[in-house]
T-cell receptor
């Protein structure tokens, strides 16, 4: 079973709007990562947030982590057509592997 | 520009044939992962290695799949015999895992799209 589950499964917005994706997980973690996957490509690491951090920024990305609720959110501000991709959260498992969620498919309409 | 490479990028084969997928991890990375991605199951971890030693292959069907790292620059995933249900995109990823460090970012290759007819 997957540790992280993203919500929504799919999201369609207009260019310039903000996109918010959520991730829920089940067990205690020391960090959580977000990855992006463009169609036909491998996953690309976006950002890592540690369990002692509540919020982290990277360019137009803002990630929050609520360990009490076992949830994280990824906000993309001022979205662009190039942000169209699938976004996955990933949590550590034993021996430093990662378990990926099912992903959110984001479509940004130009 | 260091990146993970995978070959072949696409493979079409017939049921029963042997398939070998290859991965060259980023130089200096000590951990290599194999994933399979399908629409139905999403991204599944098949196996991974640290310092070339297999750490976990519990996600892999043992009877037909095998993963090896003959040296630090090459990881292979073999399916013999292949079946139509093995059709998927297979990704290799590598990372540098240090004792005590919490950052375990993974770098993915472009994947091998396997179609078994």
């Amino acid at each position: 079973s997957q540790q992280g589950e993203e919500d929504p499964q799919a999201l369609s917005i207009q260019e310039g709007e903000n996109a918010t994706m959520n991730c829920s997980y089940k067990t205690s973690i020391n960090n959580l990562q977000w990855y992006r996957q463009n169609s036909g490509r491998g996953l690309v690491h976006l950002i890592l947030i540690r369990s002692n951090e509540r919020e982290k920024h990277s360019g137009r990305l803002r990630v929050t982590l609520d360990t009490s609720k076992k949830s994280s959110s990824l906000l993309i501000t001022a979205s662009r057509a190039a942000d169209t991709a699938s976004y996955f959260c990933a949590t550590p498992t034993g021996r430093r592997a990662l378990t990926f969620g099912s992903g959110t498919r984001l479509q940004v309409q130009p | 520009d260091a990146r993970v490479t995978q070959t072949p990028r696409d493979k079409v084969t017939e049921m029963g044939q042997e398939v070998t997928m290859r991965c060259q991890p980023i130089l200096g990375h000590n951990t290599v992962f194999w994933y399979r991605q399908t629409m139905m199951q999403g991204l599944e971890l098949l196996a991974y290695f640290r310092n070339r030693a297999p750490l976990d292959d519990s996600g892999m069907p043992k009877d037909r799949f095998s993963a090896e790292m003959p040296d630090a620059t090459l990881a292979t995933l073999k399916i013999q015999p292949s079946e139509p249900r093995d059709s998927a995109v297979y990704f290799c990823a590598s990372g540098l895992v240090l004792a005590g460090a919490g950052n375990n970012e993974q770098f993915f290759g472009p994947g091998t799209r396997l179609t078994v007819l």
